[in-house]
């Protein structure tokens, strides 16, 4: 069935950077957006972009400008995120999840198992 | 950003109770709203798109309705399984938003 696997569990220092991977299986790659969304322990969902893996273009929310990046591989059908100056606030599960679109409307279905990603000195 | 309200932040209920979960638009999304189930530990999970439209595979006792900004989620018969966060979530625009979620307990 359509599923998202992503990386695993990633300890890293703080100002430095993580590179999180999902790769999409069971459905062309190129026909649907893939979202970016994390979760900090105890806390709510939060968006954080969007990439459209045929064309490769993104839109990311103001609280991730300049310091995220999302790009894709199409040869191996996997999305990246990359988030920069990382700090203690980033420690979060970080998710990707695919877009349905039908009509006018959107909703995320399947997501990816999460990688938590801990910053700590 | 649009701000999304749920409540109550926390519910706690029997088994075979019906359930009934609020989220509030601070602005008209018209029916551009998504309900979500989180276990401990687990990704979300869809239950509802588009306001009232059930994912395949969801039990039929769930359920959604509203339009513009006030939403329900509602569970009929309550199980044990049932036990989970649910979230409220706009498709409006970006950025997505989310409701702070509602904890259900038995």
């Known amino acids: 069935q359509v599923q998202l696997v992503q990386s695993g569990a990633e300890v890293k220092k703080p100002g430095a950077s993580v590179k999180v991977s999902c790769k999409a299986d069971a459905y062309t790659f190129t026909s649907s957006y893939i979202h970016w969304l994390r979760q900090a322990p105890g806390q709510g969902l939060e968006w954080m972009g969007i990439?459209?893996?045929?064309?490769?273009?993104?839109s990311y929310a103001q609280k991730f400008q300049g310091r995220v990046t999302m790009t894709r591989d199409t040869s191996t059908s996997i999305v990246y995120m990359e988030l920069n100056s990382l700090r203690s606030q980033d420690t979060a599960v970080y998710y990707c999840?695919?877009?349905?679109?039908?009509?006018?409307?959107?909703?995320?279905?399947?997501w990816g198992q999460g990688t938590l990603v801990t910053v700590s000195s | 950003d649009i701000q999304m309200t749920q409540s109550p932040s926390s519910l706690s209920a029997s088994v075979g109770d019906r359930v009934t979960i609020t989220c509030r638009a601070g602005h008209p999304i018209t029916n551009y709203l998504n309900w979500y189930q989180q276990k401990p530990g687990k990704a979300p999970k869809l239950l509802i798109y588009a306001a009232s439209s059930l994912q395949s595979g969801v039990p039929s006792r769930f359920s959604g309705s509203g339009s513009g900004t006030d939403f329900t989620l509602t569970i009929s018969s309550l199980q044990p399984e049932d036990i989970a966060t649910y979230y409220c979530q706009q498709s409006y625009n970006t950025p997505y938003t989310f409701g702070q979620g509602t904890k259900l307990e038995i």
């Open positions: 990439i459209k893996p045929s064309a490769g273009t993104t």
């Open positions: 999840a695919k877009e349905v679109v039908v009509g006018a409307m959107s909703w995320f279905d399947p």
